[in-house]
Nanobody
Framework: QVQLVESGGGLVQAGGSLRLSCAAS????????MAWFRQAPGKEREFVAA????????WYADFVKGRFAIIRDNAKNTVYLQMNSLKPDDTAVYYC??????????????????WGQGTQVTVSS
């Protein structure tokens, strides 16, 4: 059982930056790909970004392209989401997730195997 622990959320003003962290509990951790989703109040959980664990391919939702970036530290079993130029619309609970099996659709939350508990990001105007 892989446990994912997110941290780094908080309150930031519009235009500011935050870096979210997602640490995996298992040492021999080698998922197929990992991703970040977010869920705003009253809305469905939506895809934000994903990356193959090899690092060869990265996907971003259109609304974060050019502002957010996935950064991996394989030695620490940790993945980061660097968020810049934050907007009030980015306010949500952010979740990291991994798929340990090959294949799957990175945009589909049902295709992931493990989820973190989420971390709140609030962007004030």
């Amino acid at each position: 059982q892989v446990q994912l622990v997110e941290s780094g959320g908080g309150l930031v003003q519009a235009g500011g930056s935050l870096r979210l962290s997602c640490a995996a509990s298992e040492r021999a951790f080698s998922p197929y790909h990992m991703a970040w989703f977010r869920q705003a109040p009253g809305k469905e959980r939506e895809f934000v970004a994903a990356q193959l664990w090899s690092g060869s391919t990265t996907w971003y939702a259109d609304f974060v392209k050019g502002r957010f970036a996935i950064i991996r530290d394989n030695a620490k079993n940790t993945v980061y989401l660097q968020m810049n130029s934050l907007k009030p619309d980015d306010t949500a609970v952010y979740y990291c997730t991994v798929r340990v099996r090959n294949g799957g659709n990175v945009y589909t939350r049902g295709d992931y195997d493990y989820w973190g508990q989420g971390t709140q990001v609030t962007v004030s105007s």
